[in-house]
């Protein structure tokens, strides 16, 4: 298979398509973007978007992957700051959700594209697990060395979880912070925390 070239007739990267998408999905949102419109801004033909991106939605997901990487950075500093195994599930928790939602592009792409994407960002993929690893990690690591784990469970089982806790406060846009916070102390914190 031969080289996927641009306008300029020199290869078309797949971070070249990501940031003329990201550029289009800014302007146009998430509903009326197109892959035309991703081949228009690159100068260059739908079909040669697709050799990169089969589908739309897979387009979608790697913009989505751009994002929570940056997101993940910015977490990684927040999460230094809590000391204690169960204020870092609740707050860690709640300001991952809060990082998330204030990318207004992750966040449209999250509640308004297909179905598809939402079960990749439900499902996640080798790279956001390894990403919330690296965030949760550090401070899983810390309180099993103090005896704060449950037995049995590893960081990757509970990386899992947080991201199925998160898919679930995601859904339930009716809880306030107060109950995410109780519903977090009362069943999340216990399910990790002995």
Request: net charge negative.
């Amino acid at each position: 298979m031969g080289e996927i070239l641009g306008s300029n007739k020199n290869p078309l990267t797949r971070e070249q398509v990501i940031d003329a998408a990201t550029e289009c999905l800014e302007h146009f949102g998430v509903a009326k973007t197109s892959m035309i419109d991703v081949a228009r801004k690159l100068g260059v033909t739908r079909q040669t978007i697709h050799r990169l991106f089969e589908t739309r939605t897979i387009l979608l997901e790697a913009v989505a992957e751009v994002r929570i990487q940056a997101a993940a950075k910015k977490l990684v500093s927040m999460f230094a700051t809590h000391d204690d195994i169960e204020e870092t599930l609740v707050h860690g928790t709640l300001q991952s959700l809060a990082v998330g939602r204030s990318d207004k592009l992750l966040y449209e792409i999250q509640q308004q594209a297909d179905h598809g994407v939402d079960q990749y960002m439900f499902r996640g993929s080798p790279m956001i697990q390894q990403l919330m690893l690296d965030i949760w990690g550090p401070v899983l690591d810390r309180a099993r060395a103090e005896g704060r784990i449950r037995d049995g469970i590893d960081n990757d089982k509970i990386v899992q979880w947080v991201r199925n806790v998160h898919a679930m406060i995601n859904m339930r846009s009716d809880y306030s912070e107060a109950q995410q916070i109780e519903m977090l102390r009362d069943f999340f914190v216990p399910s990790i925390v002995r």
